[in-house]
């Protein structure tokens, strides 16, 4: 059987630091470390040749193709592109926060220690270049760079290990141990990790299983949310009984071609689901303008509308939490404020949908805010929360129809026969739907699939 995922050695390597103060200890750090690991490459901006393209966009695209970030930070802040506020630095870091966000990250930080010779040649590297700048200039890019210095320890704050220096041989040398210790870890865990057999059946798959009454709702929805010009967002609950197929129905949700059409819909949730300010923290991250400080609703917003004068964004927040008024939370303190925020930004032609999934059935009658019947109707107001027909149990004509629409989708045929045996097997005795995928999963069919 194959590994679950390949391993996430790093081999790309992109290092951040301001190009002129920190340019002897940058360029000795890609120096020492693709000369003792051969397979690593390390991209400093210098070395690219990308002509015709923004910076901005080239920076960004190699943080996200990198296997890890090296942060080496000293006392100037640096070039700020245009129509940004963060200078190109933090951005690569915020990007590299964003894209890393949760766990054992491979974002390493390199300072040099309080008082020692590193930290003196790059105090006089950035005294020497601010020499050259009108006073204010230098008094803005020193303050800065101190609150970015704060943010990148506020970040570390939670445990994670920054490594400081005394001098440039020990700066290359702790450089190189780092990248060598997180390779040496993932090798060991892929040792003991766990495997995926070949015929398991996607969970995108498993997810359309007896939900025409929640796609019919929502398709009916969505078009009636397109008609409406005057609305820019609409966000969908998916709810049900607990483990009731909630992953499953994201899943689908997240590879629902024929509806999104090539775009690739944002999928996850924020490290504290229970917390607004943490959701709009993810949110910002998502779209590509990570808050690392204070976040807010119009913060979100004006991100928000950015990426939608690009185009539609759907968003799929895996969990809304556990807290009792987690729906009416949700509605009143981010749902509603962000819906009034983006009516003052200019997103056309782009639509947000949003969806919420919440794994408890949706109280009768429905909390404040939250809207469950016609809604196709054209007076919605989509300020509210519009929840669709609760996901429910499994039966036997759900998962034969299915099997059925398999030779369509899949490349799988079986006959009448097979599969009512199937359906029939997979819904008995309960038609609970994590039952019923593991007992779908069981028949062995799946290996079948073109």
């Known amino acids: 059987m194959p590994p679950a995922a390949d391993i996430a050695e790093i081999s790309q390597i ?107 040649h790059l105090r006089e590297r950035a005294k020497a270049l601010t020499a ?5 200039r230098a008094s803005a890019d020193a303050e800065a760079q101190a609150r970015f210095l704060q943010s990148v320890k506020s970040w570390a704050a939670d445990g994670r290990i920054m490594v400081f220096y005394r001098d440039r041989t ?11 210790n997180w390779n ?44 409406r010009r005057d609305s820019r967002a609409a966000a969908f609950l998916i709810h049900g009984p607990e483990n009731h197929g909630q992953r499953q129905f994201a899943e689908f949700l997240a590879g629902w071609d024929e509806e999104w059409e090539g775009l690739r819909p ?45 185009g539609p964004v759907i968003v799929i927040l895996r969990t809304i939490g556990h807290h009792p008024d987690r729906l009416a939370r949700f509605a009143e303190s981010f749902w509603r404020p ?29 909390p404040h805010g939250i809207h469950s019947t016609a809604l196709d109707a054209g007076d919605i107001d989509h300020r509210d929360l519009l929840a669709l027909p609760a996901l429910g149990a499994l039966d036997a004509d759900d998962v034969q129809q299915w099997l059925k629409e398999l030779r369509k989708s899949a490349g799988i045929a079986l006959d009448e026969a097979r599969r009512w045996d199937i359906a029939t097997f997979a819904t ?4 609970n739907p994590p039952d019923v995928y593991n007992r779908l999963t069981l028949q062995g069919f799946w290996v079948g699939a073109s």
């Not at 943490?278 to 950015?306: F, N, Y």
């Not at 925020?341 to 032609?349: T, V």
């Open 132 to 136: 050259l700048e009108p006073p204010e």
């Open 14 to 120: 992109f290092l951040s630091a301001t190009a002129q103060d920190c340019k002897e200890f940058r360029e000795a750090v890609r120096d020492f470390v693709q000369d003792n690991i051969p397979t690593a490459k390390i991209f400093l901006q210098e070395d690219w040749s990308e002509g015709g393209h923004f910076v901005v966009d080239v920076c960004k695209a190699r943080v996200m193709g990198s296997d890890g970030y090296v942060g080496l930070f000293g006392f100037r802040y640096g070039w700020i592109p245009p129509s940004f506020q963060y200078s190109i630095t933090e951005l690569e870091f915020r990007w590299a926060v964003s894209r890393w966000q949760r766990g054992s990250t491979p974002i390493f930080i390199l300072l040099p220690e309080a008082g020692s010779s590193a930290e003196a």
């Open 170 to 180: 020990q700066l290359v040398g702790k450089a190189l141990t780092t990248i060598l």
């Open 266 to 310: 944002i999928c996850g949730q924020p490290a504290d689901p229970d917390s607004i300010d943490a959701l709009i923290r993810w949110s910002c991250g998502q779209l590509g303008t990570p808050m690392l400080e204070h976040a807010s609703i119009p913060d979100l917003a004006q991100a928000l509308g950015a990426r939608l004068r690009q």
């Open 184 to 227: 040496m870890k993932l090798l060991r865990e892929a040792a003991s990790g766990p495997r995926e057999a070949s015929g398991d059946i996607p969970a995108a798959e498993l997810g359309r299983i007896g939900r025409k009454p929640q796609r019919r709702a929502l398709q009916d929805a969505m078009n009636a949310f397109r008609k």
């Open 428 to 431: 008995t005795p309960d038609g």
């Open 338 to 366: 962000l819906h009034a925020a983006l009516a003052e930004q200019d997103c056309s032609p782009g639509r947000l949908f949003f969806f919420v999934i919440d794994h408890s059935p949706l109280s009768q009658p429905p």
